[in-house]
């Protein structure tokens, strides 16, 4: 879980640092909102998995935390959005060649 953490952060503060230089960072900031949403969906739900019983408890805010990420995901669409991004900018694909 730490490491998808640490990984969303770096990404993130690449792609900040790249703004504050002025440099284009289309690819950075892609990268940076797919890793993050990806893992906050993951930690959300092995913070769940890890509670047992009680972690779908609406007691604890863990629960909340997760519905949360989850429909952020949905709602958004974020992750499949962003890694087609990605994927264009990588392969050098324009909207119409990879949709």
């Known amino acids: 879980m730490e ?3 640490q990984a969303a952060r770096l990404l993130t503060w ?6 504050d ?10 990268m940076a909102k797919a890793k993050a949403g990806s893992a906050v969906t993951k930690i ?4 769940v998995e890890l509670l ?3 972690g779908y408890s609406q007691k604890l805010l863990v629960e ?6 989850k429909i952020n995901d949905i709602y958004e669409g974020t992750q499949q959005i962003n890694q087609l991004i990605v994927a264009r900018r990588i392969l ?3 909207s119409s060649m990879l949709r």
């Open 3 to 5: 490491s998808e953490l």
């Open 14 to 19: 690449r792609a900040a640092k790249m703004m």
């Open 21 to 30: 230089h002025g440099k284009p960072n289309n690819l950075e900031a892609s």
């Open 44 to 47: 959300t739900q092995k913070g």
């Open 52 to 54: 047992g019983a009680r």
């Open 64 to 69: 909340k935390w997760m519905r949360d990420a």
């Open 92 to 94: 050098d694909y324009t």
